[in-house]
């Protein structure tokens, strides 16, 4: 990552991926209030529909990129010594590159099931 | 009226303390007028104060908890005990008076001057008044430090974070017609912590007695680099 891209992208894709969550996060209650799978093989043909499981994709996409900008803010806001700094920086971001890897091998799996 | 005063004189005490007060209070005073009358009571005490109608910007200090300016917070609009101390986060010389030169620093760092690049005109470079309009909210500043120091992102990143006053003066100058460093000024803003350590906390409009709204300024900046960016 260039200097450049450290301040104003990840400021951009912080607002950016908090629209998306917020329109998602409406869609998703409107789906489960007034339409709400009865039984596992529905939820599982509701994930099927292609819109739905990019947009499920996406969606777990930008939650993890906001929650990456947000808990590197408060690093670098509160964490001050450098060691301690980079070693949570690592290990935040491989928990969530797993949690990617683990939401989309749940999606893709229910998808194609 | 009683007052509970910071004290600290590092030549003689240990630590700091809270120091009670008891000022009469006439009608219209001001917050100025009470100091003054604990420095008569105890003439050690010491505080920074000039113009005593809120044009200089010496007389900051935290009130009850926010920063103002000593010489236009009126006394009858304050909670008694009154709990005057030092602006937060900066190092206390003595009493009230704190070492404000990190928040002159980040003043300096972002070029608080017109830098006209072409050859200087033989008359002065004439400003349209909607351009002049642009200024407004922006160069009212009297550099008190009243917001700076109650932005808690400068209280974690004096050194690094630019703090609202001098992003305030960085968007007055990003704003004059006049001014052909734009890209040089958004360039030297860049990066996590000079801008980007703003999360619209606010305290600095809350707190700023010119009523000027530094975190708009932020917002603006931050506008002006996106279109600059895409």
């Known amino acids: ?71 590197r803010d408060v690093l670098i806001d509160y964490v001050h010594p450098t060691a301690i700094r980079v070693t949570l920086l690592t290990l935040a971001g491989f928990i969530l590159i797993g949690c990617g890897f683990w939401v989309l091998k749940i999606i893709i799996t229910a998808a194609t099931a | ?55 200089c910007g010496s007389d900051g200090v935290n009130v009850n908890g926010s920063n103002k300016l000593a010489c236009i917070t009126a006394l009858a609009d304050l909670k008694e005990p009154v709990e005057v101390r030092p602006f937060p986060g900066r190092p206390v010389i003595r009493d009230l008076v704190v070492d404000m030169s990190q928040f002159y620093a980040q003043f300096k760092q972002v070029d608080p001057w017109l830098i006209h690049k072409d050859p200087m005109p033989e008359q002065e470079i004439l400003q349209s008044p909607e351009e002049r309009d642009q200024l407004d909210g922006l160069y009212e500043c009297i550099m008190c430090g009243c ?22 003066t960085a968007c007055r100058f990003l704003a004059d017609s006049r001014d052909q460093a734009k890209e040089e000024r958004l360039d030297k803003l860049e990066g996590p912590y000079k801008l980007f350590r703003c999360h619209t906390i606010m305290n600095c409009v809350e707190s700023c007695p010119k009523d000027l709204n530094p975190t708009k300024a932020i917002g603006h900046i931050k506008a002006i680099m996106l279109k600059d960016a895409i």
């Open chain 2, 147 to 168: 917001c700076s120091t109650s932005c808690p992102s400068f209280w974690w990143n004096p050194d690094k974070f630019l703090g609202p006053q001098a992003l305030l």
């Open chain 2, 1 to 55: 009226m009683k007052f509970s005063v910071y004290r600290y004189n590092p030549e003689s005490d240990s630590e700091p303390y809270m120091q009670a007060f008891e000022v009469e209070q006439r009608q219209g005073m001001m917050l100025r007028d009470a100091l003054l009358a604990i420095q008569a009571q105890d003439e050690s005490f010491t505080f920074r104060h000039s113009c005593g109608e809120g044009v």
């Open chain 1, 1 to 71: 990552m260039s200097r450049r891209a450290t301040g104003l992208r990840a400021w951009f894709l912080q607002r950016a991926t908090a629209i998306y969550l917020l329109l998602f996060i409406v869609f998703l209650l409107q789906q489960m209030i007034l339409n709400p799978p009865q039984d596992f093989a529905a939820w599982q043909g509701w994930v099927a529909q292609p819109l739905v499981g990019l947009g499920l994709i996406l969606f777990f996409a930008s939650l993890l990129v906001h929650a990456w900008v947000g808990f």
